[in-house]
């Protein structure tokens, strides 16, 4: 069983402060997506990085997937209220393995933005 | 374009009743998953499906069943349900399977008392 240890689990910041998501594994994933949710609604897919030692930029988030494909870490700058929410981090299949797009997720981090 | 879509989204049930979630996607996406997200815990696979007529379990298939008669509807059945089943459900759906991103529909809140 392939299992996602995500931390923090809780994160209470004030606007302008910068944080890091861990999302650590002993398992190789083919691939590791990164989630954020709202209350009352699905999650909603913010990247997937698929390459070891890949780094991916979205405005003020960066992506980063580990050399060997067993972790990742989000990073945020400069956090504003607006990024307040659940994140999940979420690894695909067995690198080489026939997964049929099952996903193993992490436990979530509830990030809070205070203004 | 609606994606996907769950109904009801509260349900209360009594210990032993019965119910189905429904789930239809409108992206003509084979692959279909059921999850259920509890405090704490992420999310869990329940079952999934690669296209019509073909259904697999999951993580925690125990207690739910799942057809897929059509590529666009998805339903969960509880069976007998349990005070365990309080959970929120998620239904998503993915165009290629492996490492493609899954679209979820806004959860069904079940409470079994």
């Known amino acids: 069983t392939q299992l996602l240890e995500q931390s923090p689990q809780f994160l209470s910041i004030q606007e302008g402060e910068n944080l890091t998501v861990y999302c650590n594994s002993s398992s190789v994933f083919s691939s590791l997506q990164w989630y954020r949710q709202e209350p009352g609604e699905g999650p909603v897919l913010l990247v997937t990085v698929v390459t070891g030692g890949e780094v991916k930029k979205l405005k003020r988030l960066t992506f980063q997937f580990g050399d060997a494909r067993k972790d990742s870490s989000l990073h945020i700058t400069a956090a504003q209220p607006g990024d307040t929410g659940l994140y999940l981090c979420a690894g695909g299949g067995s690198a080489g393995g026939t997964s049929y797009g099952k996903l193993t997720f992490g436990q979530g981090t509830i990030l809070t933005v205070h203004p | 374009n609606a994606g996907v879509t769950q109904t009801p989204k509260f349900r209360i049930l009594k210990i032993g009743q019965s119910m189905t979630l429904q789930c239809t996607q409108d992206m003509n996406h084979n692959y279909m998953y059921w999850y259920r997200q509890d405090p704490g815990m992420g999310l869990k696979l329940i079952y999934y499906?690669?296209?019509?007529?073909?259904?697999d379990k999951g993580e925690v298939p125990n207690g739910y069943n799942v057809s897929r008669s059509t590529t666009e509807d998805f339903p969960l059945r509880l069976e007998l349900a349990a005070p365990s089943q309080t959970s929120v459900y998620f239904c998503?759906?993915?165009?290629?399977?492996?490492?493609?991103?899954?679209?979820f529909g806004n959860g069904t809140r079940l409470t079994v008392t």
């Open positions: 499906s690669v296209g019509a007529g073909i259904t």
């Open positions: 998503a759906s993915s165009y290629r399977g492996k490492d493609s991103p899954l679209h």
